[in-house]
């Protein structure tokens, strides 16, 4: 059996979408039997599928302490890696490791063939929707890892098409792997969502949603722009309700988010637990999401899943993700995105077609085939790649 290290270190931050992917991805790995996973934790090891730490395992006050001691660390970044390549090659050896995945972008120094993914290449289209040192250490870093990798996994062929173009990879180096959407997904009745709508002062069906992180790259303000064009009646009966938590410098939307929603005028919710969302998906009439860029794009799966109509950007690897089965808008054009929403929210029938239309679609997009697809890469990785260094 492969013995395979994991780099599951953005497990330990709150979950966002490559946190997402690790610990999905990781669980549909074990489920095959085929590999035998090592997740490295930053600093430590453990012989087990990639994992979020226990809920309260790092509390929100050492995380502000941390926070707040970071600026006044000189090379912060220069000596966690340091620290953690000692603890990650002393794991290497000590476990065995046949193949290292990392699924992060920048590997840690290794001695073992790579498998590397990349989600995107965001931070080079949209470099101000990232802290700088981060956009920093990829330009530094991705290129060489890239060339090292015995094999590049990436999430869509949009992304693997931007891959080749950008860096003049081997194509046959480069595999898509789409990522899956969990069960807990799925279309629900009113008395299902109520439990979770109802705290909420919404109602199941009576609702436009957008969830995503605030942050520029999402464009929310085409979101807001547009909503506001509505019919004041449809705008009474469908609220705009948004999910999200902070991004980079999301400030002053969020500020502009928390006075329309001082106003009435929209319900903005923040961060909503992992366990609501299903529930929070399943309620909506539609589905919202005028992003300029995404290697993937898994709100619009989920909410596919979930049997709500979508209407997303035609940019990127959005078409590819919704297909026939979701509407498309112009990021720049908030009218024509009115014009879309009127029409959607005026034809009941209309709305029934596309949810299961969505529905079908989203069945098409698994963890079970993300990992097998993830296997024949280690395969061949493992097989024929020489160890990177």
């Given at each position: 059996m492969l013995r395979v290290a994991v780099n599951a270190t953005p497990l330990l931050s709150p979950l966002t979408g490559i946190g997402n992917y690790i610990a999905e991805l990781g669980r549909a790995l074990a489920a095959t039997g085929e590999v035998d996973l090592h997740s490295f934790y930053g600093?430590?090891?453990?012989?087990?599928?990639?994992?979020?730490?226990?809920?309260?395992?790092?509390?929100?006050?050492?995380?502000?302490?941390?926070?707040?001691?970071?600026?006044?660390?000189?090379?912060?970044?220069?000596?966690?890696?340091?620290?953690?390549?000692?603890?990650?090659?002393?794991?290497?050896?000590?476990?065995?490791?046949?193949?290292?995945?990392?699924?992060?972008?920048?590997?840690?120094?290794?001695?073992?063939?790579?498998?590397?993914?990349?989600?995107?290449?965001?931070w080079l289209r949209y470099p101000d929707a990232h802290p700088i040192d981060r956009v920093r250490w990829l330009e530094k870093g991705l290129p060489r890892a890239l060339e090292q990798s015995a094999s590049i996994l990436v999430d869509s062929e949009f992304v693997r098409q931007e891959v080749l173009t950008t860096f003049g990879i081997d194509p046959q180096r480069v595999t898509v792997a789409h990522l899956g959407v969990g069960a807990q997904f799925r279309p629900r009745s009113r008395e299902e969502t109520n439990a979770v709508l109802r705290p909420l002062a919404l109602v199941h069906g009576s609702y436009l949603l957008?969830?995503?992180?605030?942050?520029?790259?999402?464009?929310?303000?085409?979101?807001?722009?547009?909503?506001?064009?509505?019919?004041?009646?449809?705008?009474?009966?469908?609220?705009l309700v948004v999910a999200g938590a902070k991004g980079w410098r999301s400030g002053a939307m969020e500020v502009k988010l928390r006075q329309l929603a001082d106003c009435g005028q929209i319900r903005f919710l923040g961060h909503v637990p992992g366990g609501d969302l299903p529930a929070l998906y399943a309620g909506a009439a539609a589905f919202v999401f005028p992003s300029?860029?995404?290697?993937?794009?898994?709100?619009?799966l989920e909410a596919m899943a979930s049997g709500v109509p979508v209407l997303v950007s035609d940019r990127a690897s959005l078409p590819e993700v919704v297909g026939e089965a979701g509407v498309t808008l112009d990021p720049e054009r908030p009218e024509r995105t009115a014009e879309l929403i009127v029409a959607l929210m005026g034809d009941a029938g209309e709305r029934t077609r596309l949810s299961g239309a969505v529905v079908e679609r989203a069945r098409g997009f698994t963890w079970e085939a993300c990992a097998k697809l993830t296997l024949a890469v280690y395969s061949r990785a493992g097989a024929f790649a020489e160890p990177g260094g």
């Open positions: 600093f430590r090891w453990r012989h087990e599928t990639p994992q979020p730490p226990p809920r309260g395992a790092r509390g929100p006050a050492a995380q502000s302490l941390r926070d707040a001691i970071k600026p006044f660390v000189p090379f912060k970044r220069e000596l966690r890696g340091a620290q953690q390549q000692l603890m990650f090659a002393r794991g290497l050896r000590r476990h065995a490791i046949d193949l290292y995945h990392e699924p992060n972008y920048v590997p840690i120094r290794f001695d073992v063939p790579v498998v590397t993914t990349v989600h995107d290449l965001s957008t969830v995503g992180t605030i942050e520029p790259r999402k464009n929310l303000a085409h979101a807001l722009e547009a909503y506001a064009l509505l019919p004041p009646a449809l705008r009474e009966r469908f609220p300029l860029y995404e290697g993937f794009g898994l709100p619009p």
